[in-house]
Structure formats: C-alpha cells, structure tokens
C-alpha cells in the first residue's frame, strides 16, 4: 500500500499476500488507531487487508469523527468527503469498492451507516458495532437504493451499553429495516465494547461468508 493522503492510517497486508478483500477500519470517539491493532490476529482471516483509519479531530488523548451533541452535522458531513476521497484513492491503488469493507465502531458504526448508505458504490460489506443514526429520514431519503436494499449489513449493539442506550438504537434499526434495509441486527448482554467470544465469532463468520 503507497501512502495515502487522506488519512493518518495503518495498514496491515493479508498473511496469504491477496489483494483481493480489504477491511477499513473506523474507530470510536477517543480512541486512535491502536485500538484497533488486536483486529487482524483475532479475525483470523487470512485473505483480508486491513487499514485502520484515524479520526480527523483531537478528543482528549484519542481522536473523533465529528463533535458531541449538538453540533455533530459538520463533523459528520466533513468526515464523509474525507471518506469519499479516501475510496478514489483506494481504487487508484487497486482496492475497489466492491472489494472493501466497511467497519466502524461507536461513532465509527455511525459512520459507517452515514457513509455507507449514500456511497456511489456499494460495498463488499457494512459493520457497526454499538452505534446509531444520525437521522433515519435524512438517511432513508438520500441513501442509494442499490446501497441499502441490496447491500449487506451487520449491525450489532449491547443490551447493557451504558454509553449509548440499546433501545434508541434498536428502535432506529428496526425502522431501517421495516423500510427495506437488508440488515442483520444482533444484540448481545454486553456494555459499550466488542464481545471478545460469541460477538466477535458471529461477527468472524458473517465476513466469512462474505469473502
């Protein structure tokens, strides 16, 4: 992988060497991209790329995707160019979107849902864990059909998340998929965090099927 401009990034190549499934990686408010690192080796799989992004903005010690309520639009708008152009180059380097995908995590999940849903492109897969939406209308009306009737979709959230609380975000996903979203939605008894064991093989299994 040649540098990439849009981001400050990580990028840890395949085991078996494939150029063929790539595996962007949007991280919560506060963290960097160190938190992520453990991904690969946890995964286990062997033909996956990974490249860990970090949020433009400084949060403390760690970094953000856009700013806390109420002022989250901009950040959120500004973030989505820079993912945009992120993907032009990736493709200038050979990844296609079809060949990405996407995972976020806290506000990377929201990300990956802002993002995701009006890409030009559809995407190999979309994962958010422990998320929400920003808007579900705005969502709904501006997202690309091919995006979120025929994309695939694996959302997760804690039914104990003491960060984000479980029924705004089940309420939002059961409205995206009653208006046609094809999305898996999973909860597992867990806090605001990523379920070492049965989430992280569910979640293990679904890419599987995927690639």
Request: charged letters at 25%; aromatic letters at 12%.
């Given at each position: 992988m040649k540098k990439l401009n849009t981001f400050v990034h990580q990028w840890i190549p395949s085991l078996s060497g494939s150029r063929k499934?790539?595996?962007?990686?949007?991280?919560?408010?506060?963290?960097?991209?160190?938190g992520f690192t453990w991904m690969p080796n946890e995964l286990a799989l062997p033909d996956l790329n990974y490249l860990l992004l970090q949020a433009p903005d400084d949060y403390y010690e760690g970094f953000s995707w856009y700013d806390l309520p109420p002022n989250q639009q901009p950040g959120i708008l500004r973030s989505r160019q820079l993912l945009s152009e992120l993907f032009i180059e990736l493709e200038l380097q050979g990844f296609k979107a079809n060949q990405c995908f996407l995972f976020g995590f806290s506000q990377g999940c929201?990300?990956?849902?802002?993002?995701?849903?009006?890409y030009p492109q559809k995407l190999k897969g979309y994962i958010g864990i422990s998320g929400y939406c920003f808007n579900v209308e705005n969502l709904l009306s501006e997202a690309r059909p091919e995006n979120i009737h025929e994309g695939d979709w694996l959302i997760t959230h804690g039914t104990i998340d003491d960060v984000l609380d479980i029924e705004t975000t089940r309420s939002q996903m059961k409205e995206l998929m009653s208006r046609?979203?094809?999305m898996d939605y999973r909860e597992y008894r867990k806090s605001h965090t990523i379920d070492p064991k049965l989430e992280l093989s569910d979640i293990r299994k679904w890419i599987e099927d995927k690639l």
């Amino acid at each position: 992988m040649k540098k990439l401009n849009t981001f400050v990034h990580q990028w840890i190549p395949s085991l078996s060497g494939s150029r063929k499934s790539l595996m962007i990686v949007l991280h919560g408010r506060g963290d960097s991209i160190e938190g992520f690192t453990w991904m690969p080796n946890e995964l286990a799989l062997p033909d996956l790329n990974y490249l860990l992004l970090q949020a433009p903005d400084d949060y403390y010690e760690g970094f953000s995707w856009y700013d806390l309520p109420p002022n989250q639009q901009p950040g959120i708008l500004r973030s989505r160019q820079l993912l945009s152009e992120l993907f032009i180059e990736l493709e200038l380097q050979g990844f296609k979107a079809n060949q990405c995908f996407l995972f976020g995590f806290s506000q990377g999940c929201l990300m990956t849902l802002e993002f995701g849903s009006r890409y030009p492109q559809k995407l190999k897969g979309y994962i958010g864990i422990s998320g929400y939406c920003f808007n579900v209308e705005n969502l709904l009306s501006e997202a690309r059909p091919e995006n979120i009737h025929e994309g695939d979709w694996l959302i997760t959230h804690g039914t104990i998340d003491d960060v984000l609380d479980i029924e705004t975000t089940r309420s939002q996903m059961k409205e995206l998929m009653s208006r046609g979203f094809k999305m898996d939605y999973r909860e597992y008894r867990k806090s605001h965090t990523i379920d070492p064991k049965l989430e992280l093989s569910d979640i293990r299994k679904w890419i599987e099927d995927k690639l």
